[in-house]
């Protein structure tokens, strides 16, 4: 019995976890988020997976992986106008994204993350 109960909690996790992913992926509207992205310019300075003046959106998703607020981090870097940091060593404000919805930024930062 005991062992039985070990599995259920094990398919419990995993169905848990299977579930969240899957909401997760269904939220990212990845075209909207081009989109997005292209009206805001952010392709001049950031390709999908390769870098030019910034990193490349899949090395930008790579550096926040593990990071529980990289969310939040990502938000704030694309609405405060923060210092970006270019390779060869200058610095500049980044550009805040003009979204008529803050939905849209999220989006943005969600299919970024999803990389």
């Known amino acids: 019995m005991k062992h039985m109960n070990s599995l259920n909690q094990t398919f419990s996790v995993i169905v848990l976890g299977i579930c969240c992913f899957s909401a997760n992926a269904e939220a990212v509207d990845a075209d909207a988020a081009k989109a997005f992205a ?38 704030h870097h694309l609405s405060s106008g923060e210092t ?17 919805d803050p939905k849209e930024t999220k989006n943005l930062v969600d299919w970024i993350l999803s990389l």
């Open 38 to 75: 292209k009206q805001n310019n952010c392709f001049r300075c950031h390709g999908v997976d390769k870098d030019k003046d910034g990193p490349a959106f899949t090395k930008i998703a790579a550096k926040f992986k593990a990071d529980p607020k990289a969310e939040e981090k990502l938000l």
């Open 84 to 100: 970006a940091k270019f390779p060869d060593g200058h610095e500049e404000a980044h550009m805040i994204l003009k979204a008529d």
